[in-house]
């Protein structure tokens, strides 16, 4: 039932039409995608014009789409184990259906993500779909509007008691994919078209140079302050990512392959399908001992156990360090970044290390080195007390 795309008959101009052609109960039905091209400029394979003119672009997208709005009418019916007759067919493709399960759907695309998404982004949309299903099942595709995202984030604040930034993360994941559905007809007008989400305010906690050197010397094992035996490779985890600059997604997956001359060398999952810029971090001896320390000798260097925990054991850590600040996973390259600022003032270099594309980013750190000057200078003066 695999949809095949293929051209019709050479018509006077030198053109042909193009179809997409599924077989369903052994009866054959081409779609017409409205799209004309010279055959010699179609490649059967790709099932895609060749040429890289926007006219083409915009071409080959509407190939995508009808092709999209296919297999979108297949895996309802297979989501609810139901035969579809060509006719049934013929007229979904023509009437898009809005009583689709909006959550099967969403499902369905998540799946198909996997192989061009982070596994930490794969995370996060599965655990919002739980989230949706938590709050009403099934969802319609029918009921997706205005109202319905108003009535999820009350849902979300009063019974879920998410924070601001917890609500935005939640609507901006749903956004993903009703600008998804919207590109494949499924959905007619956008939801989101009067609503404002907000802007998540970013984790910008970090460790000062005492209490990075504290958590060092809680890990080479301070008599003093001693953990549980379990969070021992977190900490471990937290300092590498630490000495690195490694956001999380980067952290779970770099091996050994990506170790050349004690120089870590690797594309960021985040920024990859934007742009192909390898990111060069020298490894420092306590990063270098850190390998060794998690003792495995090929494929992945360290094997976390999952974010959401991860962060979980980082507070406990934080709190065993008497450090009173809301650390997670991603405190650890703001922990790099700012102490690296402060010790280098190298703006330049440390753009590079964290693999950001414009240097207004790397200068957040600037900001906060600037921020936390202008506490410890009123914190001398109060302590001061010239007055006195």
């Known amino acids: 039932m695999k949809p095949i795309t293929t051209l019709g008959e050479k018509k006077k101009d030198g053109k042909c039409t193009i179809y997409i052609v599924v077989h369903i109960q052994r009866e ?17 394979d790709k099932g895609q014009i060749r040429g890289k003119t926007n006219k083409i672009k915009d071409d080959n997208l509407i190939i995508e789409q009808c092709r999209s709005r296919i297999n979108d009418i297949l895996v309802k019916y297979r989501l609810k184990n139901k035969e579809i007759t060509a006719e049934q067919f013929k007229f979904e493709y023509s009437n898009p259906s809005t009583d689709i399960d909006f959550l099967l759907w969403m499902e369905e695309e998540i799946r198909l993500l996997k192989n061009q998404v982070g ?16 709050f009403h099942n099934p969802i319609s595709f029918s009921e997706i509007n205005r109202f319905f995202i108003e009535d999820f984030r009350g ?3 009063t019974k879920k008691k998410n924070d601001i930034s917890t609500i935005s993360t939640n609507l901006n994941v749903i956004k993903v994919f009703t600008n998804r559905a919207i590109r494949k007809d499924l959905l007619k007008l956008d939801p989101f078209l009067d609503i404002r989400i907000g802007r998540s305010k970013p984790d910008r906690n970090f460790c000062n140079e005492e209490e990075f050197k504290l958590l060092w010397k809680i890990y080479k094992g ?11 490779p977190v900490l471990r985890h937290f300092l590498f990512m630490s000495f690195t600059g490694l956001r999380i997604s980067d ?5 050994f392959d990506n170790i050349v001359n004690n120089t870590l060398r690797l594309y960021p999952i985040k920024t990859r399908t934007k742009k192909k810029e390898m990111v060069k971090i020298p490894l420092c001896p306590e990063a270098l001992k850190l390998i060794q320390d998690e003792a495995n000798i090929s494929g992945r260097i360290f094997h976390p156990i999952t974010e959401q925990r991860m962060n979980l054991n980082i507070k406990e850590i934080a709190k065993v360090a008497g450090i009173k600040k809301p650390l997670t ?8 970044a700012t102490l690296f600022i402060q010790k280098t003032s190298d703006v330049a270099t440390l753009q590079k290390l964290l693999g950001h594309s414009r240097i207004e980013e790397t200068m ?3 900001h906060i080195t600037e921020e936390n000057l202008t506490k410890q200078m009123q914190k001398f003066v109060t302590e001061l007390d010239i007055n006195n």
Do not use: G, Q
């Open 155 to 157: 849902w979300c604040k």
């Open 28 to 44: 054959k039905v081409r779609i017409n995608t409205k799209i004309f091209t010279v055959p010699e400029a179609f490649d059967l």
């Open 119 to 134: 596994t930490r982004r794969i995370i996060k949309y599965t655990t919002i779909l739980n989230k949706l299903r938590e």
């Open 222 to 232: 301070d008599p003093e302050k001693r953990l549980k035996s379990h969070l021992i």
């Open 329 to 336: 996973n991603h405190s650890a390259r703001h922990t790099f």
């Open 251 to 255: 952290f779970t997956e770099i091996t």
């Open 364 to 366: 957040v750190y600037v």
